[in-house]
């Protein structure tokens, strides 16, 4: 797209682009900030965004259609104690963003106590460098890298039925202005790229998907990587032809290294967020520096790693992550993914962890890149302690309740151990868990840490968020698997 | 709201023909919410925002393109159609591509009850008041169920508009409110967490639950979770309570939409005038029905709404189909376009006669289904493996609860295997069933 805001943006910053377009120079900004704490509060915030987005979508050997968006707003926040105001508007303008803080400041009811915020602007770390930013390439450049995918499927198994492919790619500028003072801008790539295939065999039909997800520009993706990607999913949908239902009842699991951090996400991930502790809703609450887990087990969430998609250079609140957060070290637990509300409440320093969807959502603590540390067995070795078990390579998704902490995660490419060995695929089902009784029931942990460079999205009372996630090969002694046959 | 809105559709549809598009269309919502949570007597979020949104599609011949965005600018707009039409000619030529025939008559949206004005004279004190009440009787109930994670009261109106260079022009105004709780209760005997919730959605404010029965039955779902174990892996009858038959509703509305079906994505793909369920399954999807959630004069597409059996006792008759999906499986197009594929309207299996009481008494032992977790469900096999809470019931008795077990089965044979639908349907999201019972499922526990 050729639009003045998003190319002032790019060659000079999103901070002055919005000044420029949209008036919110800092001096309006400041006004603003003051409106929203005009009747008090301890804190306030204005969240501005523009995003612009494309995307591609080949099925049937055709390019079916192309799509854009733009879309921008800002929102803001005042809060007192635990209490927040929220406001927000897609018609950006100093004058609407003044409205907003009106009604977002209906929450407190005192005096003001702030005269001037005198924002000063903070630099940001670059964590995800762009060259070609992948939502200003030639439309054509990114439809060779469907039909590529395409063909190489097909070229891969003459079973393949069906194939669908879909590029999507997303430049957002943030900027973020608060009553702390602190003024800060973001420039927020992300591209995706998924192959999903129906491999059909004498009529039992059988799906396959792999894609991937980073915040990169197009001069990270390739023709090449399309096509490796197309393969994989159509080896694992050809694989799946000979799937035999999976077994039902409490057996040991293998995780493959990678993906299978999706387990993690959900059993300790979700239940570490500090807003379900400060307020009692998850097993873990008041667990600080006690041991909830096998000593095998070190868990971190790492918004600092390069262009995975759950890396920031600032999050949904302006706070600059500076290192990975360790939330469980040797077994213990050691820290809680913060946001700025709940660590003042709980006395405890942000992480950097409050994230949100977008200029609609308040932020609220969230996971970024989450991952299992590495261990010392060998990956083989794992598979060959196991005489009756199942090795789960890949998940369709997972889902917890924080506060019994049961969690579930559904295997898509899975199979059978029997006597040490691979066995046969099996069909998916969904393995069911309580988070402690599974971190504690971990035995072995490989030293093949894999961050996986899938497109996962997490989901929370309503707002999506790319995140990404990572395991070694680990081994749970025992899990409720949910096959078919009992 | 606004006729500027209808305006701007207009503009937008001439700019588009005169930089050369065949055919095009436009949306545009306009949407007002409001909305509380309040948590321990608390305001933890008061939200309160106008938006607004457009959509286009231009068409050259048989080839599309679309954008969407929320800066209505006009620069931006009107660059986002010329690049529409210039993305459009590298899209692949579609056959089956195209707008829907105009079809002039649809129903008049004051018919569907789609829109309270009390809504316009609802304030940010009321809404804090309504959710703030339905958690204080929620915690007062039982001296086991002491947290909450809040209770929430939200409400929604917003304005559609459409129109097509075929002569489709239509709008509506439409509302929603929402009252819902989240519980917390610890076990009194083995110190175990449980939580459930309860909520209640309507499109008129009168027609909400009250803030006492949104509360009860919160209470009520957490109270009987109580010293809930697992058990045994082995296959047994599943009943369902009406909101996890509905998640069944939901995944089956992707087993039979018309892009399933051509892509060959569902196990029902083949199965068209078959019987793929048993004599008490009949499933509609009603865009008419007065008051419904999903309810609306027309489609995304701007077809005209409709009351479509898909399965009729058993025998599938119809798949639910936008414009597309229907010209390319010679079909009708059922007013469930998005103008990409389907959405539902209201759909939900038609009620029996038993209560859930009778169900749960017919069978010597089952499993009563209470909630489901997870995803789990392949709609090109028809493989089924969920998560489940419930109750462990035997002969209409409730035993004790159930935790930490998954269910599994393939739909197919879940379908055939329904033996009792009850008569308590709850339509209260897009999907709706009643109690239903199925004959053997395998539960995996211990």
Redesign the interface.
């Known amino acids: 797209?050729?639009?003045?805001f998003v190319e002032f943006a790019l060659s000079n910053s999103p901070t002055a682009a919005f000044a420029r377009y949209y008036g919110l120079e800092p001096s309006e900004l400041d006004a603003v900030l003051r409106r929203a704490l005009a009747c008090g509060g301890d804190f306030a915030d204005i969240y501005v965004e523009?995003r612009e987005g494309s995307s591609l979508h080949l099925?049937?050997?055709?390019?079916?259609?192309?799509?854009?968006?733009?879309?921008?707003?800002a929102?803001v926040r005042v809060v007192v104690?635990?209490?927040?105001?929220?406001?927000?508007?897609?018609?950006l303008s100093a004058a609407n963003l003044l409205q907003?803080a009106e009604?977002a400041a209906?929450?407190a009811a005192g005096p003001s106590r702030i005269e001037a915020v005198n924002l000063q602007a903070a630099l940001v770390p670059g964590r995800y460098p762009v060259r070609l930013p992948a939502t200003r390439t030639d439309?054509?450049e990114k439809?060779d890298f469907l039909f590529a995918a395409n063909q190489a499927t097909r070229n891969e198994d003459a079973r393949i039925?069906?194939v669908?492919v879909t590029w999507s790619d997303e430049l957002r500028f943030i900027l973020l202005a608060n009553s702390a003072g602190e003024l800060v801008s973001d420039t927020q790539p992300l591209v995706t790229f998924s192959v999903s295939v129906?491999a059909?065999s004498n009529g039992e039909?059988?799906?396959g998907w792999k894609n991937f997800g980073k915040r990169v520009g197009l001069e990270a993706f390739s023709r090449q990587q399309a096509e490796t990607l197309a393969q994989e999913a159509a080896r694992q949908a050809v694989t799946l032809l000979a799937a035999r239902p999976?077994p039902?009842?409490?057996l040991p699991v293998v995780l493959a290294a990678g993906a299978s951090g999706v387990l993690l996400h959900e059993a300790v991930g979700h239940p570490l967020e500090a807003d379900f502790n400060r307020?009692?809703?998850s097993?873990f609450s008041g667990c600080l520096g006690e041991k909830v887990a096998s000593e095998l087990c070190t868990v971190v969430d790492d918004a600092t790693l390069a262009s995975l998609r759950g890396s920031l250079n600032v999050d949904g609140e302006g706070t600059i992550p500076r290192a990975s957060t360790v939330l469980i070290t040797c077994g213990v637990l050691r820290a809680y993914l913060q946001d700025r509300l709940s660590a003042r409440l709980m006395k405890l320093a942000p992480t950097g962890n409050g994230r949100r969807q977008d200029y609609?959502h308040?932020p609220i603590p969230r996971m970024t890149n989450t991952y299992l540390a590495a261990g010392t067995n060998d990956p083989e070795e794992i598979i060959r302690s196991v005489a009756r078990g199942i090795y789960c390579k890949s998940f369709?998704?997972?889902?917890v309740?924080p506060?019994?902490g049961?969690?579930?995660?559904?295997m898509h490419e899975a199979y059978l151990i029997e006597d040490g060995h691979l066995t046969y695929p099996i069909?998916?089902?969904?393995?069911?868990?309580?988070g402690v009784e599974i971190l504690n029931n971990i035995v072995a942990v490989g030293h093949d840490l894999e961050l996986d460079l899938g497109a996962w999205a997490c989901s929370k009372q309503g707002q999506a968020v790319p995140v990404s996630v990572g395991t070694p090969t680990v081994k749970i002694a025992r899990m409720?698997?949910?096959?078919?046959?009992? | 709201m606004s006729e500027e809105l209808g305006t701007l559709a207009e503009r937008l549809l001439a700019h588009a023909r005169q930089c050369g598009a065949d055919q095009s269309e436009v949306w545009l919502q306009e949407a007002s919410q409001l909305s509380a949570t309040v948590?321990l007597g608390?305001?933890?979020?008061?939200?309160?925002?106008?938006?607004?949104?457009l959509s286009l599609r231009v068409f050259l011949g048989q080839r599309?393109?679309?954008?969407?965005?929320?800066?209505?600018s006009w620069?931006?707009l009107e660059?986002?159609v010329r690049?529409?039409i210039a993305?459009?000619r590298?899209?692949?030529?579609?056959l089956f591509?195209g707008l829907p025939e105009y079809s002039p008559s649809f129903p008049s949206p004051e018919t569907l009850a789609l829109y309270d004005p009390e809504f316009e004279r609802l304030r940010?004190e009321e809404v804090i008041a309504r959710a703030r009440e339905t958690e204080r009787i929620g915690l007062s109930l039982d001296a086991r169920v002491r947290?909450s994670?809040g209770a929430s009261f939200r409400a929604v109106r917003s304005m559609v508009w459409g129109a097509n260079s075929r002569g489709f022009r239509g709008h509506f105004r439409q509302s929603t409110a929402s009252l819902s709780v989240n519980l917390?209760g610890e076990s009194s005997s083995d110190g175990?967490?449980?939580?459930d919730y309860w909520y209640s959605v309507s499109r008129q404010l009168a027609r909400l639950e009250s803030c006492e029965e949104v509360a009860r039955r919160a209470v009520e779902r957490v109270r009987r979770q109580f010293g809930a174990r697992?058990i045994p892996?082995?296959?047994v009858p599943v009943v369902f309570e009406p909101l996890t038959a509905a998640e069944l509703l939901s995944d089956l509305f992707g087993a039979v939409c018309g892009e399933s079906i051509y892509?060959?994505?569902s196990f029902l793909a083949e199965s068209l005038r078959q019987k793929v369920a048993s004599e008490y399954v009949t499933l509609v999807d009603d865009g008419l029905l007065p008051g419904g959630l999903g309810t609306r004069p027309f489609d995304a597409e701007g077809v005209a709404s409709q009351r479509t059996v898909v399965i009729e006792r058993g025998m599938l008759n119809n798949f639910l189909c936008g414009a597309y999906a229907a010209r390319k499986l010679g079909l009708a197009a059922t007013g469930n376009g998005t103008g990409?594929g389907e959405a539902p309207t209201n759909f939900y299996l038609v009620p029996g006669f038993s209560s859930a009481e009778e169900i749960l008494a017919s069978a010597d032992e089952c499993l009563y289904v209470t909630r489901l977790?997870?995803?789990?469900v392949?709609l090109?096999?028809g493989?089924y493996?969920?998560?489940a809470?419930g109750l462990w019931v035997e002969k209409g008795e409730i035993v004790h609860p159930v935790?930490?077990?998954?269910?599994?089965?393939?739909l197919r044979q879940m379908l055939a295997g329904v033996e009792q639908v009850g008569n308590d349907l709850d339509l209260r999201s897009q999907f709706g069933a009643p109690t239903i019972r199925i004959r053997a499922m395998?539960?995996?526990?211990?």
């Open positions: 797209m050729a639009i003045p523009y099925e049937e050997d055709l390019l079916k259609e192309t799509r854009e968006v733009v879309a921008l707003g929102g104690g635990e209490q927040s105001g929220y406001a927000y508007t897609n018609e907003a009604v209906q929450i439309i054509a439809a039925r069906d669908q129906i059909e039909r059988q799906a999976a039902a009842g409490e307020k009692k809703l097993v609609a308040i369709t998704g997972g889902q309740e506060a019994g049961k969690f579930t995660f559904s069909k998916g089902a969904t393995l069911i868990g309580s409720t698997v949910g096959g078919q046959r009992a | 948590r608390v305001v933890e979020e008061l939200r309160q925002a106008t938006s607004r949104v599309v393109a679309r954008a969407s965005a929320s800066d209505l620069e931006t660059q986002l690049r529409a993305r459009a590298l899209a692949s030529e579609d591509a940010a947290n994670g917390l175990a967490q449980v939580s697992k892996t082995h296959e892509l060959k994505r990409d977790l997870g995803q789990g392949n090109v096999t493989d493996s969920r998560g809470f935790h930490e077990i998954t269910i599994s089965g393939n395998t539960v995996a526990g211990t």
